[in-house]
């Protein structure tokens, strides 16, 4: 009888523990890491990146997606680059960085991560990471809405995590309304996403803002791209009383590729679906990330 209670616990015990090990698989996670270990942070509310990133000091931060079982990323050189210009003393280096990467991006194997890197003013470095949850593929193949906002970047140039609480109404606003992005505009004009870069499309030449934005790694990605196939790119931004010429729009991120942009607003793109060239640009992109994404 004994041995039989023995066996049952037994089998409930391995059940927790699987359960306990799935739980974890699909939380975010987040660390110091420092020169001699990685600290596990403990914080107050660990619900999104954003959440983790607005329980730090202040600093400045990196998002991107990885690829192939977690051990590569399309441009890590240039997140990094991004992370570690602004601060003259990181505690780490960015080789030691990416070393800690590759052991800390293997709780979420067999799936991809989703991943920030945030360096404080003073050098520390923070990883976030959570289960890459992709987006459907009725977002790509029928588009998103989206809004413009007057809130805007401090330093448009630097990826400062000061924007994250700032733009925390907006962010939540958004998330109400099932709005998929807000678009930052100044002086009347579109610059860029709260989380993306911004293009439109205007008798098959594509635009996009130059100055006064956080040139992306996926935008100078599908610049590239966009040349190579013949295309002429112009910089220059979108007036918003120009809304109804527009036939095509979309916006960019290293988690998210090329989304299209179906309505700005309540103004109508183009006949309110994702345009041809919005369809090829998200193909040539996603096959190059493919391609050419760096080993971690």
């Known amino acids: 009888m004994l041995a039989k209670y023995v066996k049952v616990y037994a089998q409930d015990c391995s059940l927790i523990h699987r359960i306990a090990s799935l739980i974890m698989k699909i939380m975010l996670r987040s660390w110091n890491i420092t020169p001699r270990q990685n600290i596990k942070l403990d914080l107050k509310d660990a619900s999104s990146l954003d959440a983790v990133t607005r329980q ?3 600093g400045y931060y990196s998002t991107f997606r990885t690829f192939d079982g977690c051990r590569r990323v399309l441009g890590l050189k240039a997140h990094l680059r991004r992370l570690y210009d602004p601060v003259a003393s990181p505690d780490v280096s960015a080789s030691f960085l990416r070393q800690q990467l ?3 991006l293997k709780h979420f194997l067999p ?3 989703r991943v920030r890197l945030i360096m404080t003013v003073q050098g520390k470095v923070y990883v976030a990471a959570e289960p890459l949850k992709p987006l459907s593929a009725d977002v790509y193949e029928n588009g998103v809405r989206v809004e413009t906002t007057q809130i805007h970047r401090g330093s448009p140039h630097l990826k400062s995590t000061a924007f994250i609480g ?7 606003h958004i998330a109400q309304e099932g709005i998929f992005e807000a678009l930052l505009v100044k002086s009347g004009k579109i610059l860029e996403g709260m989380t993306s870069n ?5 008798d098959n030449i594509l635009y996009t803002t130059q100055h006064g934005i956080l040139l992306g790694v996926t935008r100078r990605t599908v610049i590239h791209l966009a040349r190579g196939r013949g295309v002429e790119v112009r910089y220059q ?3 918003l009383d120009q809304l109804s010429d527009v036939h095509e729009a979309f916006i960019t991120s290293s988690s998210r590729g090329v989304v299209p942009v179906i309505k700005i607003d309540e103004a109508r793109v183009g006949q309110g679906t994702p345009g041809s ?3 090829m640009l ?3 992109y996603d096959d190059y990330v493919l391609k050419h994404a760096e080993t971690i």
Do not use: G, I, M, Q
């Open 237 to 239: 931004p979108l007036k």
């Open 102 to 104: 590759n052991l800390l």
């Open 277 to 279: 060239l919005t369809r």
């Open 282 to 284: 998200r193909f040539a």
């Open 56 to 58: 730090l000091p202040d």
């Open 198 to 202: 911004f293009f439109y499309v205007k």
């Open 111 to 113: 799936d991809e991560a």
């Open 166 to 172: 700032a733009s925390a109404s907006e962010r939540r």
